[in-house]
């Protein structure tokens, strides 16, 4: 009874560094995004994909990047970590982008 | 770029109140969505409106659409502790991109 599973849970990062979220879901969803959660400011869409192979931008893409080479997994990249970036990250799925999406327990990052 | 607005911000109700949180957005649709999220935790999906006049209700809190006035309201009855959350509303306009509110911080005390 896994749903959306993120991997790490929690990490800290120097400015700089470069690190990789994972997400995973098993209940063979089409639909993934990637979120930020900042105190005050609700989450915001980072990037989501619609399928096996897509990747579209949302609201705040910029300084991410994200791949979906299989349908079960998208990742989060941070090629060059800033501290603006210190976040909740969440990650969701859904079966169509109308239902409700399932997500997961979230990533707690801090770049220093 | 789409507006999310909910009021109040935070919410401190005793049990048994009644209470409304308000959610209003800038622009067009008729897709949107209620989350809960206890502290630390993830996001738990409540309620999905797809179209103007949609009314969803569980146990004691219930949703409406008014996509005219592009307002969403959560009515809470008779409140009980167990409903201290934070609740989001989310607004869609396109089926991918998803546009949140900042939540509704709901205390409820004895």
């Known amino acids: 009874n896994a749903g959306v599973t993120q991997t790490p849970k929690f990490r800290v990062l120097k400015t700089g560094q470069s690190m990789t979220l994972l997400c995973a879901q098993d209940m063979n969803h089409e639909y993934m995004y990637w979120y930020r959660q900042d105190p005050g400011m609700g989450l915001r869409l980072i990037h989501y994909?619609?399928?096996?192979?897509?990747?579209a931008k949302g609201e705040v893409p910029d300084g991410y990047n994200v791949s979906r080479l299989k349908k079960q997994n998208f990742l989060l990249g941070l090629e060059s970590a800033a501290p603006s970036q210190t976040s909740v990250y969440f990650c969701?799925?859904?079966?169509?982008?109308?239902?409700?999406?399932?997500f997961g327990d979230g990533t707690r990052l801090s770049i220093l | 770029e789409l507006k999310v607005e909910q009021n109040p911000l935070f919410l401190s109700m005793q049990e048994g109140k009644n209470y409304t949180i308000y959610c209003n957005y800038s622009t067009t649709s008729d897709r949107l969505y209620w989350y809960r999220q206890d502290p630390g935790k993830s996001l738990e999906s409540l309620f999905v409106?797809?179209?103007?006049?949609a009314v969803k209700q569980e146990g004691r809190l219930m949703a409406s659409l008014d996509t005219k006035a592009r307002l969403s309201t959560l009515h809470i009855t008779a409140a009980v502790h167990d409903l201290s959350a934070t609740y989001f509303c989310?607004?869609?306009?396109?089926?991918?991109?998803?546009?949140f509110g900042t939540g509704t911080s709901l205390t409820v005390i004895p």
């Open positions: 409106l797809l179209s103007n006049g």
């Open positions: 969701a799925s859904s079966k169509q982008g109308i239902q409700p999406q399932h």
């Open positions: 994909s619609v399928g096996e192979g897509t990747t």
């Open positions: 989310a607004v869609d306009t396109t089926g991918n991109q998803f546009y």
